[in-house]
């Protein structure tokens, strides 16, 4: 009896020591890891975050004592969400979800810029919207609601005197995920949408029309269409850390201005891993005309977008964003 006993405390004593060594994560050097999770999103206006990936940036920037785990997202409030919530430390999401966020209270810094550009509006064939003056009663889809190319698109209308059905227009909203755009176009289901390349130029080739392109859509070329963030506590508390971050973002921003079609290359085999889509790379070289790839983030036009989004009643008060932006790890 006294055997048993012994037997079974060993057992448990061996499970639990197997279980322990399950969890933990050592370095070459045998020191434990700790873990950084880096967020982004599987489209172009992301692929400084792919580049780093592939080319293993945040590891050398961070160092064998930290895992670097990546996470992808679909649309910005998923993103927020776990950036509130600890579930990933930094990564890339448009401004209009970070600014949402901010002025709802919630710990985030824009640290850098990503890129800009690449937000076009799309009408499917089968819509019969040849220009602006057709959208009445019409259905537009976009990754989110209060999203960026949200934003853009109902302030181009306002401009307009359009509004969406949200705050008393006709134009009716709806959101989804980019990659499915060409079925709801096929369904009939939508008939607009302002969405990130290179889903705009994959619609394009597939029977769509442009009604609104980059240069002419609000804050087309000079806001921050894609932001690095983090929180202002991992700032506080690791602020080594987040200046290593920012170094391996730089570093993936300047090689993609350096070698342009190696990472062209890299981001649609990085798509097709994330999607399971395979992209013509002549595709993916016409969504490469629309944007541009630069850490700068201009916080004027960062509060005019603001500003738009409270107008839009995205936003429930006037937001103020002096706080928002830190750019101090930025090489200079």
Known sequence: MKKGIILGFISILFIGLLAACGTSETSTSGAAQEEVIIGYFPNIDHVPAMISKEKGYFEEALGENVKVTYKTFPDGAAFMTALKTGDIHAGLVGPGPVMNNYANGADVKILAGASSGGTVVVASAKSGIQSVDDLDDKTFITPGVGCT???QMETFLKDLGITSARIGGT????TGNPAQYGAMFESGKVDLAAVPEPWASTLVNDGAKIIVDTDEIS???TLPNTVLVSSGKLIEE???LVENIVKAHEKGVNFINENPEEARDI???AIKEITDQD???AIVDSA???VSYTTEVNAEVVQEFANSSF????LKEKPEFSDLIDTQFLTK
Not at 171 to 174: A, D, G
């Open 219 to 221: 804050y087309g070329t």
């Open 149 to 151: 190319h949200d934003v």
């Open 279 to 281: 992209l013509d790379p």
């Open 288 to 290: 490469w005309e629309r």
């Open 171 to 174: 134009l009716k909203h709806v």
């Open 238 to 240: 690791n602020k080594e």
């Open 311 to 314: 107008e839009l009643k995205f």
């Open 267 to 269: 981001a649609i085999k």
